[in-house]
């Protein structure tokens, strides 16, 4: 259970404003259905914006949540170097199951190299499979310099993509205050930020949404609030 002092902070924070901001998620490699199935009831239940979820169950999970949550999930999770090509059929193939949203990981290979015409592509192409669905763009921010950041905000605009998403929680850091607020900076206004990763506390979250997320991908946000120990994505 939480502390009463953390108690306290959830009744002075705008915990439906961060609730709302939340993509429930549950992306770990031993998911269950059962684990997923209430990722999907607990995301109802709590008002958050989406459940991001492994491909494999996006099409029981948009069955069990018919029109209650959009259901969201992985491309190329969580290393990005898939080939476009797979990447775009792993897009369709969640989107005919169901899914309303699109995670999609960069290839950090190619940003390493500069073939930044090659990442605008790729991006564009997944775009196109998503149609008017979401997509967001993972940039992986702990393996990145600054330069790199900036340039992957501009090429995320650029793109059509709706999103720029700092991490996916499998690499070596989640997301920092200094780079949701530098993306804001950066990105163009049709693009959205989403925080993921490593947001352990209700005041991370709402840190993050007041430099300027609009999502934030989180396994705790909802267990922090039912008063659960919060460990995980």
Known sequence: MMETNQIGEVRNMDIKRILAAADHTLLTQTA???????????????????????????????????????????????????????????AKEAIANGAKEIDMVVNLGWVKDRLWDQVLEEIQALKRACGELVLKVIVETCLLDREEKVKLCQIV??????????????????????????????????????????IATLEDAQDFLDLGADRLGTSRIVKLVKGQQATGY
């Not at 997923?36 to 239940?45: F, H, L, P, S, T």
């Not at 499998?170 to 990763?197: I, M, N, Q, Y």
């Open 32 to 90: 269950t259905w059962e684990e997923i199935r209430q990722i999907c009831d607990d995301g109802v239940e709590y008002g958050c914006a989406s459940v991001c979820i492994p491909p494999s169950y996006v099409k029981r999970a948009a069955d069990h949540l018919g029109d209650k949550l959009p259901v969201c999930t992985v491309i190329g999770f969580p290393n990005g170097y898939s080939t476009t090509m797979v990447k775009v059929f792993e």
């Open 157 to 198: 605009s650029e793109s059509g993509a709706d999103y720029i998403k700092t991490s996916t929680g499998f690499s070596t850091g989640g997301a920092t205050r200094e780079d949701v607020a530098l993306f804001k900076a950066h990105v163009a206004p049709h693009v959205k930020v989403k925080a993921a990763g490593g």
